[in-house]
Every structure is written in structure tokens, then in C-alpha cells.
């Protein structure tokens, strides 16, 4: 009788026992078998990655740690006051963004295509090249790029495997790492650059045969990190196509002042180049309202607001900032503040600006 009861007692209790260890076992499989899906998953989109570089970029390979990849910032410049202020600027930034953590910042030339030393060769590294013949550019000064960048890369000293394009109204926001992958390199999509609607004209440069016209990215050269081996090769291609593009009228009127970034983009696809796009290399303010986790701020449009913080483009605002109000020298130091409302990339540009000119020296003389 009293041991008929123990077992009677002791039976709920292996009861609780045996479902829990069950419980237990199936959670361990349930967890391991999620596990292993995910491990496949991880495994899959890292092999559509480099399957398709267009792509944007996972998670795990943004941030995988490996050994820095630094690459060269070069520029290409002219000897005008309105090249020079801006060029101080951004070297301003890149010496402040090279020594923070996670950029893979290299060294640093100004690509000089006037054929004659200035007065900032002792505070810019600077590489003096030729200009194209004279009237070959037709006043169209940006076909000169390429031309120097040939010199550049066939006379210079490159240390670094990696070169980012840059240019003069370029401010380094975030330390820039080496946003290339491999034989991929990096580039910023523009808006307004649509080979797919202008078949018409990119055939002529990039022949059927040579594949679809989706190979063609929509980028310019300029922020483009790539290997250095692949832009020896490009650039006299490059060079080429900017020429015979500028020589077509039909062309030079479609494409106008973008005739050189389309040069590009054919170029690459001609040696069968394509790039990893990235939205968050560079913004372009007043467009872009927030600087977040973006590389570059690129200050080409006028930014207008009136005093209430509404953008007026295409009207002089009650307060405005555009490179453009100071084409025969430097703009003054401790520039005013935009009104309360305007966005954060617009009081990011002007802070960086303020910051830059009150630290340059002799910064009045940038002429």
C-alpha cells in the first residue's frame, strides 16, 4: 500500500520531468536547424554579391576586418582662384579625416593640368601636367580630366593599388574606407546619368557587339575608388571617348556639361568594368537633407532658403551659399549661419567650411 501510493505520487512528477526534457530536446533542434538556414542564407547572398557587383553590399562584408586597403586621393585641378580656395578646402578635410579611425586613406596629389607650378605647391601635394592643346577642350575646360589623369598615372610615383577619384568641392564628412572590392570598384550613382535612355548615342561609342547597354553604369569618374591597375588602362580609352564624344555633335548637345562623366562610363564598360553602387558615398545638399553615415559632402548646387528656412532654388535667397558667388577668389572667413529649418547637410557644409578657412593659413590669399 505505501509503496503503490509513493508511485502514485511520483508519477505526476516524472510526468513534468519527461515533457520538460522533451521541451528542452526540441527547442536544442528547432534553434540548431534555424541555425544552419540562416548559415546557408549568410553563405548565399555573399555568393550573389560577387555574382552581381551592382548589388548593394551585405552587412558582413561592409564590416569584415581585414588588412587596410589604403588608396591615393587624387584630384585634378586648375591654377584659377576659384579652383584654388576650394582645393585648400578639401585638403583640409582629407589631412583631418586620414588620421581617424577606419578610413583607408592613402596619400594625396592635386593633379595640376595647367603646365605651370602655383603658388600652392608648398601646402598641396601637387603634380604639375599638361592642359589638351590649345582650343582642342572648346572651351569645355573638364575634357582636360582625363588628359591629366594619363600624364598622371604614366609619369608619377603611385604607392598605393587603389585611387579615388575626387574633386575640388569634395569635403570629407566621414573617414573614407576603401568602399572597392577587389577587381569591383566603387562609384556614386547620379541621377541624371541614364545610358538606357540615350541608347541611341551610347551605341555609337559602345557597340552592339560589345554587350547591353546596361553595362554602362550610370556613375561619372568622379567619387570612383579603383584599382590603379584598371584606371591605367581606362584612362586612355577614356581620354578617346571624351574627345570623339565632344567631336559628335549630336552627342556634345545631348550630354552638354556631363559629356565627360558619360566618357567615363562607356570607357569602363568598354574594358569591361562595372562598379559597385553606392548611395551613401557622397550627398549632395540641398537635395540630400542629412549627412548620417555618408562619406562626402559634393557642394555643387547653390543652396537658397529665406530667412524661414524654405529653399528658394532657383531664386537668390535671403540667405544663400553656392561656390559660384566666388569664382575670382575665396570666400571670407566665419560665414553666417543658415536660418533655423534649413536641413542638416546645408549647416553641416557651411560649419565645415568655417572650420576649414578659420584653421588655413593666409587664407584671404588664395588667388
Known amino acids: 500500500m505505501i509503496n503503490r501510493k509513493a508511485m502514485g505520487k511520483a508519477s505526476p512528477i516524472f510526468l513534468i520531468l519527461l515533457t520538460l526534457g522533451f521541451f528542452f530536446a526540441t527547442y536544442n533542434l528547432v534553434t540548431l536547424v534555424i541555425h544552419n538556414q540562416n548559415q546557408e542564407r549568410v553563405k548565399e547572398m555573399i555568393g550573389s554579391t560577387t555574382a552581381d557587383p551592382v548589388i548593394q553590399m551585405p552587412e558582413e562584408l561592409k564590416k569584415s576586418v581585414g588588412p587596410k586597403r589604403p588608396f591615393h586621393v587624387a584630384l585634378t585641378a586648375t591654377d584659377a582662384p576659384y579652383s584654388k580656395w576650394q582645393c585648400r578646402i578639401m585638403y583640409y578635410w582629407y589631412k583631418k579625416m586620414k588620421e581617424v579611425e577606419g578610413s583607408d586613406m592613402g596619400g594625396f596629389t592635386r593633379v595640376l593640368h595647367s603646365g605651370n607650378p602655383d603658388n600652392l605647391i608648398d601646402e598641396i601635394p601637387t603634380f604639375v601636367v599638361n592642359p589638351l592643346p590649345s582650343g582642342m577642350d572648346r572651351g569645355y575646360i573638364v575634357l582636360n580630366r582625363p588628359w591629366a589623369f594619363v600624364q598622371w598615372l604614366e609619369r608619377a610615383h603611385i604607392e598605393e593599388d587603389y585611387i579615388l577619384m575626387a574633386e575640388p568641392d569634395h569635403i570629407f564628412v566621414n573617414p573614407l574606407p576603401n568602399l572597392a572590392r577587389g577587381s569591383y570598384p566603387a562609384a556614386f550613382p547620379f541621377f541624371y546619368i541614364k545610358p538606357t535612355d540615350n541608347e541611341k548615342i551610347i551605341r555609337k561609342f559602345y557597340p552592339e557587339e560589345n554587350g ?34 565632344k567631336d559628335d555633335p549630336e552627342t556634345d548637345k545631348a550630354f552638354g556639361w556631363v559629356l565627360e562623366m558619360y566618357a567615363y562610363a562607356v570607357a569602363s564598360a568598354l574594358h569591361g568594368v562595372q562598379h559597385i553602387l553606392r548611395k551613401d558615398f557622397m550627398i549632395q545638399p540641398p537635395w540630400d537633407l542629412k549627412v548620417g553615415g555618408t562619406f562626402i559632402i559634393h557642394y555643387t548646387y547653390g543652396c537658397d532658403y529665406s530667412l524661414k528656412g524654405e529653399l528658394t532654388y532657383g531664386k537668390i535667397g535671403e540667405w544663400r551659399f553656392d561656390k559660384r558667388s566666388h569664382l575670382h577668389g575665396p570666400p571670407p572667413r566665419n560665414l553666417t549661419l543658415p536660418p533655423p529649418g534649413v536641413p542638416e547637410s546645408v549647416v553641416t557644409l557651411v560649419k565645415m567650411v568655417n572650420e576649414a578657412t578659420a584653421n588655413i593659413p593666409g587664407w584671404d590669399d588664395s588667388s
Request: aromatic share 2%; no cysteine.
Open 212 to 245: 547591353p547597354v546596361t553595362n554602362v553604369d550610370p556613375i561619372g569618374n568622379s567619387p570612383v575608388i579603383i584599382q590603379k591597375s584598371q584606371l591605367q588602362k581606362i584612362a586612355p580609352t577614356w581620354m578617346n571617348v571624351s574627345l570623339k564624344m
